[in-house]
């Protein structure tokens, strides 16, 4: 009886949010000219509580509400969803849950842009090309109450990338973890995002897993500030002075938000994603392929003398574009353009000196007495 007498408090209700574009949305699932697009709220106070999907058909042979879950579901191992007589019971995406919360009623809501939502009860009503499908969790008078869903980010894959997908794998041990950096650009429809798969033992910390790919491609700098980390190079690649977002996952579809560099670990099978935009981190490239270009092959020079107490000269027989010196902790601490660079402001210790030309970049450590 209460779902009943709710169906009509459907019609009642209308509330809007910012606007997120058919542009935005990612991941389509289904075949045909025509498209629909999902956005599901879980409203559960994370920061990934609502997720837009692209739903794909043939508008000679339309599909209904239920038809749309299902198909997600088939094609999404991690989505999930119950229903009866005609009402929405339960949704799980990943590690938002519906199946564990106290109540077991979602809202219903429709949109002809994506931008002003009324409740409407879709899931026996054919889809209509272009039209904006909602589900939010809480149904009539319950707390939570139907609101509808609050802005979406696009939702992944969690088939767009796997282990299988590394060709070449950086480090040794037995455990495997993948690092992606997403440098929120995209060059020639090409999200600049890239992977990198690394093996070790026992655990692995954020910080020792981009020294890993530090020391085995002198084409990747990071810099650190304080437990934020805000730059980063990869081959012709800088992002500066912009605070990174880190996230955890297993696939691209369930990235977690992390707040500190400095404490975030890894184990087996879990993944590093570091984001200089606003999307999280996507469907990458191959970052080996990007650091092993020919380009960037590795320049060998001569730093001397080596321990020293302030200068040290660079012998090299190519002009010197860029000097940088950084600390084993991967910050860096000082720029240069010449062959001769004073480190007498520098403590005592080993630093790393990446020297960069026309022909590649070299690397050699350094120790300041």
Known sequence: MRKITFFFFLLLSTLSFAQFTPNDVKYFVGTGSSTAYLVIDFKDDTDDRSYAW??????????????????????????????????????????????EMEIDYWSLWASVDGTTWNMDGWMSTDLVDGKWYGAS????????????PITPIPAYSS?????ADITTWIGTGSNESLVVIDLGTTTNDVANSYVFGIKYNGTLTAQQALNTIQTTFPAFTYNLNGNILDAVTLANHTIANTPSTLYKGTNLSNWVTEGNFNS??????????????????FTPQDGNTLLSNKHFQ?????????????????????????????NLMGAKVMNASSNQIDLSHLSSGTYIMKVTTEKGIGTQKIIKK
């Open 54 to 99: 692209g739903i794909r058909f043939d508008e000679n042979q339309p599909i209904n509400g239920i038809e749309m879950l299902e198909l997600l579901a088939q094609e999404e191992p991690n989505f999930s969803f119950d229903q009866s007589g005609g009402f929405l019971d339960q949704i799980a995406f990943n590690h938002h849950d519906s199946y």
């Open 137 to 148: 969790y809480g149904f009539g008078m319950a707390i939570p109450g139907p609101t509808a």
């Open 264 to 281: 975030l670990t890894l184990s087996n099978n879990e993944w590093l994603g570091i984001s200089f935009g606003n999307r999280r981190p």
């Open 159 to 163: 088939q767009w990338l796997s282990h």
């Open 298 to 326: 590795t320049v060998e020079f001569t730093a001397y003398p080596n321990p020293t107490s302030n200068l040290i000269t660079i012998a090299l027989n190519e002009e010197i574009k860029n000097v940088t010196v950084y």
